[in-house]
T-cell receptor, first 113, second 113 residues
Framework: AQKVTQAQTEISVVEKEDVTLDCVYE???????LFWYKQPPSGELVFLIR??????QNEISGRYSWNFQKSTSSFNFTITASQVVDSAVYFC??????????FGTGTRLKVLA | DSGVTQTPKHLITATGQRVTLRCSPR?????VYWYQQSLDQGLQFLIQ???????AKGNILERFSAQQFPDLHSELNLSSLELGDSALYFC????????????FGSGTRLTVV
């Protein structure tokens, strides 16, 4: 079975704090892709990153970084020096050999000024 | 602008009615996917079309149907609407398969009263 678990339902931080959003996945496939999407209050889903199962290198993009660890089936997302504009719901998703994504339930991040 | 266009943005209709949601994929993308985002079910895959043909079905009700036209735009038809069908409906597109990462439209918010 395939599953994505985002155990953190909601996180609140004060601006400029670092925050990590957890994502744990389950799949029996050896080839799979992991994604993070951001859903701001306006409702659209914004693609952030894609990582394939053969590439365990961490990724950094500005204030965003991602830590992929196959040993723990985790693909965590860290925002450094958070800003109010980072307030959104963040979804982790898994795609493994099929057409569809399995989405986690999302983590709502609130960044307070 | 993601390049995926969904219309209308908002739709309010009564129970028992039928509505059509429209999606124009990003230029060059052959695959179109429909997702439903509701409060209790999260983001759920409904159906995929590839170059005019149905490729896969997910948790799509029999009251719902979709098609992809020769110009690659897609329509999702929802009939005999119930209160529980109120949700955000997303269309996404990708060049071929889902591994490349979806580009989502901004969604259609359907409210059934």
């Amino acid at each position: 079975a395939q599953k994505v678990t985002q155990a953190q339902t909601e996180i609140s931080v004060v601006e400029k704090e670092d925050v990590t959003l957890d994502c744990v996945y389950e799949t029996r496939d050896t080839t799979y892709y992991l994604f993070w999407y951001k859903q701001p209050p306006s409702g659209e889903l914004v693609f952030l990153i894609r990582r394939n199962s053969f590439d365990e290198q961490n990724e950094i993009s500005g204030r965003y970084s991602w830590n992929f660890q196959k040993s723990t089936s985790s693909f965590n997302f860290t925002i450094t020096a958070s800003q109010v504009v980072d307030s959104a719901v963040y979804f982790c998703a898994l795609s493994s050999g099929t057409y569809k994504y399995i989405f986690g339930t999302g983590t709502r991040l609130k960044v307070l000024a | 602008d993601s390049g995926v266009t969904q219309t209308p943005k908002h739709l309010i209709t009564a129970t028992g009615q039928r509505v059509t949601l429209r999606c124009s994929p990003r230029s060059g993308d052959l695959s179109v996917y429909w997702y439903q985002q509701s409060l209790d079910q999260g983001l759920q895959f409904l159906i995929q079309y590839y170059n005019g043909e149905e490729r896969a079905k997910g948790n799509i009700l029999e009251r719902f149907s979709a098609q992809q036209f020769p110009d690659l735009h897609s329509e999702l038809n929802l009939s005999s609407l119930e209160l529980g069908d109120s949700a955000l409906y997303f269309c996404a597109s990708s060049p071929t398969d889902s591994f490349y990462g979806y580009t989502f439209g901004s969604g259609t918010r359907l409210t059934v009263v």
